[in-house]
Structures are given as C-alpha cells and as structure tokens.
C-alpha cells in the first residue's frame, strides 16, 4: 500500500506538472499563486483514496464486479470533483468534468496494476 501511494502521489504531481503548471487547465485554490494548502490535497488525499480504492477492491472476483467497482470509483472521484469545483478548492480554466469522468477509470487501474506490479517483484 505503502508503495502504490507513492505512485498515486507521483502520478498526480506528474499529471499536475502538465496539465496544471504548464497549459493552465486546472488548479487549486488561488490561480494566482503557488499554496501550500495544495500539499494537503496531493499528500492527504490521493493517498486516502489509493487505500481505500485497493482495500476494498474486489480482487478474487470476477470481471464484471471489478469492472462495476471501477465506474463506480470513478463516479464518486467525479461527485468529489464536482464538490471541490463549487467549494473554490478546485477550478477550471479550460478544463471539463466529462474529460475527468473518462480519465478517472484509467487513473484507477493504473494503481491497481501498480499493486499488481509491486505484489510481483515482492514475490
């Protein structure tokens, strides 16, 4: 777990890197400045979510039933996405939810197959 929320904290800081710092398609809190508050969100909450999203990951089940755990991951990270945008701590500036809905189920695989990947080499 440990592992693979290093990876979820390097893949959002990386995906930040471009889509934030370097085309201005989204941010957090103030556009103006840099904020430490954003350090909250990259080292509370992806880490949290990693946790929670492998913890209960149905992994001894069949396709369909992980299949249906990802979308519905993926529809509560668009419901917290949504609330951020109207709470000021997230904002748009070209940026679209639909591009989130369809980047999320990606997003949440790629931590599953880094646990799958770590779970490996520790074997």
Avoid at 80 to 107: K, Q, R
């Amino acid at each position: 777990m440990y592992v693979t929320s290093l990876f979820a904290i390097g893949l959002h800081l990386l995906f930040d890197i471009f889509l934030d710092v370097k085309y201005g398609l989204y941010g957090y809190f103030d556009p103006q400045f840099v904020n430490w508050e954003m350090l909250g969100v990259t080292f509370g909450i992806y880490p949290a979510v990693n946790i929670i999203f492998l913890n209960f990951f149905p992994f001894h089940q069949k396709f369909l039933r992980k299949a249906f755990y990802t979308i519905m991951c993926s529809g509560m990270a668009v419901l917290y996405e949504l609330i951020a945008v109207h709470t000021d701590l997230f904002y748009y500036n070209g940026w679209n939810i639909i591009y989130s809905a369809f980047l999320y189920p990606f997003l949440f695989l790629s931590l599953m197959w880094n646990y799958y990947f770590i779970k490996k080499l520790k074997e």
